[in-house]
């Protein structure tokens, strides 16, 4: 069946932003990592961040996030060359998607840490900063989200850490404004994040990968969501001369395998690294998929970014933007503006 012109269109786009990728060092894995014009200051960002006003509400949040309803603990299967994840398995787990009309393509997973923020990676708006083209399929393992529990919602708005640096992926952080607020249910839910239970983070922790990347490092994506159960690397290990020989940022860690068995790629730039907290019976989201040298290769484990190092930039823009009004101005489109040290891009609402 021939595609029609909105959906041939998209699928141009698609392939475009994929393909613009540069086979490097950091290569997006191709999942992850390729230049753009924003750079930043290298440097460690502060951990510890100040108590702003709303402190009752985030301790709220804390108590009601990172539970998923329709799953108890379970082993996972491998994203590279892996099977499928269980339904409602991840019900923080989000598709960002280039649309167009009814049709959408996936370029990047995102996390839901509130109704309507998802955290991602910032080089995922490489090719495309204009919220308005941007859409979040949330509540789906499949990635056109028909199930009637699912929602797509457009993008009012990306803020990128200031500080994302095109070299060296420090910072690789980026938080996603959704138009409207989701409503939780057995398969939306948010992921908590790691503020305070980062140290907690070892070898031993229980920790997972999803996404619909693709399944090996040449192979295609896949529509239906996969997983994986990884650990945690350490530095030492991962900054080594066998492996990224230092390069691994101040501000990112490293999970997977040693030996390459497990591991993100292509389509899972964005997604979580999330470790299970037994202690505190809920996921945190640890880790942002950033970059790596190939696809599940011996090793080269993947690198995320870790959003406990940008402690203070995620709270002032979860808990303090919206009070501020800066995502609800009504500007001409593709606007940048400069609020709370960060780039800001709003769309019309």
């Given amino acids: ?9 998209l699928l141009f786009l698609a392939s475009a932003l994929i393909c613009s990728e540069h086979y490097s060092l950091f290569s997006e894995r191709s999942r992850r990592g390729s230049s753009w014009e924003q750079a930043g200051g290298l440097g460690w960002p502060e951990a510890v961040s100040r108590r702003p006003r709303g402190q009752k509400a985030r301790e ?8 998923a309803p329709l799953m108890h603990m379970f082993k996972g299967s491998r994203i590279v060359g892996g099977t499928e994840a269980q339904t409602g398995a991840w019900p923080w787990l989000v598709s960002l998607q280039i649309h167009s009309g009814r049709f959408g393509a996936h370029v990047c997973a995102g996390s839901l840490v509130k109704n309507r923020w998802v955290l991602t990676a910032a080089h995922c708006t490489k090719d495309a900063r204009n919220p308005v083209i941007w859409r979040a399929v949330i509540g789906t393992n499949n990635i056109k989200g ?8 457009k993008v009012n708005a990306i803020i990128i850490h200031p500080d994302f640096n095109v070299e060296s992926y ?5 938080l996603f404004h959704l138009k409207k607020a989701v409503r939780y249910n057995n398969y939306i ?7 305070g239970v980062f140290q907690r983070l070892n070898k031993n922790t229980t920790c997972f990968i999803s996404g619909w990347g693709r ?4 192979g295609n994506v896949t529509k239906e969501l996969h997983e994986a159960e990884v650990h945690y690397i350490s530095r030492s290990f991962c900054n080594s001369e066998r492996s990224y020989g230092g390069i691994v940022p101040n501000t990112s860690i490293c999970a997977g395998d040693e030996d390459g068995i497990f591991d993100s790629c292509r389509g899972d730039s964005g997604g979580p690294l999330m470790c299970y907290l037994p202690e505190r019976k809920r ?12 696809c599940g290769r011996k090793n080269f484990p993947g690198v995320y970014s870790a959003p406990s190092f940008n402690q203070k930039w995620l709270t002032e823009q979860l808990y ?5 009004g800066i995502l609800n101005i009504n500007i001409l489109l593709g606007q940048v503006l400069i609020a709370l040290g960060s780039v800001v891009l709003l769309a019309t609402p």
């Fill in 170 to 174: 420090d910072n690789d952080i980026a």
């Fill in 320 to 324: 303090q933007s919206s009070n501020k």
């Fill in 283 to 294: 996921y945190f989201v640890m880790g942002i998929t950033s970059y790596g040298y190939g």
């Fill in 60 to 67: 709220a949040h804390a108590k009601d996030c990172g539970i």
């Fill in 146 to 153: 028909s199930e009637p529990y699912s929602k797509k919602i």
């Fill in 215 to 218: 399944t090996k490092e040449e």
């Fill in 189 to 195: 839910q948010p992921i908590c994040l790691p503020f």
């Fill in 1 to 9: 069946m021939a595609l029609g012109l909105p959906s041939a269109a």
